[in-house]
């Protein structure tokens, strides 16, 4: 079964808009970690967000938040004020702790951002 | 944040030769590294886990003998693709794990497209 979802494959929004990517997620541990990676074309990965399952407070770096609900099992990424240099393929992760700290991917959403 | 990084970036080898990648965690010591393959549009296939000095855990269907993994170092961990054919030919990327403050994560490699002709 898939441990992480990303039910968007691709999404467009206007520059300076906001966006939400969502992600859900399925585990039976109680302490986990949810993380956001941005991909350009280049390949490489960028950390860009991480969220404890026990933090209580959502959270935020500069323009990204994480919208975490764990009733929900859902960690979607909130990007503000979207930029054209914020197109790129974002993918949503987790690990759980008690396993072997190997993180799960899910299959990502492609983020279009056109003027 | 900590740094990984991953050589070459690009690489094209002939049918039949062997290629080496390399992943360097530079400011931080990684017992533990990542090699992930991904095929375009998709995901982060995770292919092996490298364990300094000791031999690697690889996942259900990746050939061990075709992808030799070697962590020697606590700062290098090597992947080489063996007698490649064109079937290889992906992007590779590594991951490192170490501490980002109270939490451990993932730093990634750059990332190394093969191309095997």
């Known amino acids: 079964a898939q441990k992480i979802t990303q039910t968007q494959p691709g999404m467009f929004v206007q520059e300076k808009e906001a966006v939400t990517l969502d992600c859900t997620y399925d585990t039976s541990d109680q302490s986990y970690g949810l993380f956001w990676y941005k991909q350009p074309s280049s390949g490489e990965m960028i950390f860009l967000i991480y969220?404890?399952?026990?933090?209580?407070q959502n959270a935020t770096e500069g323009r990204y938040s994480l919208n975490f609900q764990k009733a929900r099992k859902s960690a979607n990424l909130v990007i503000s004020a979207s930029q054209l240099g914020d197109s790129a393929m974002y993918f949503c992760a987790m690990r759980e702790m008690g396993g072997s700290y190997i993180p799960t991917f899910g299959r990502g959403t492609s983020l279009i951002v056109h003027p | 944040g900590a740094v990984v990084s991953q050589h070459p970036s690009r690489v094209i080898c002939k049918s039949g030769t062997s290629v080496k990648i390399e992943c360097r965690s530079l400011d931080f010591q990684a017992t533990t590294m990542f090699w992930y393959r991904q095929f375009p549009k998709k995901s982060l296939m995770l292919m092996a886990t490298s364990n300094e000095g000791s031999k690697a855990t690889y996942e259900q269907g990746v050939e061990k003998d075709k992808f030799l993994i070697n962590h020697a170092s606590l700062t290098l961990s090597t992947l080489t693709v063996t007698s490649a054919h064109p079937e290889d030919s992906s992007f590779y990327i590594c991951?490192?794990?170490?501490?980002?403050?109270?939490?451990?994560?993932?730093?990634f490699g750059q990332g190394t497209r093969l191309t095997v002709v």
């Open positions: 969220q404890g399952s026990y933090d209580e």
């Open positions: 991951s490192a794990k170490g501490q980002l403050g109270a939490h451990t994560e993932a730093f």
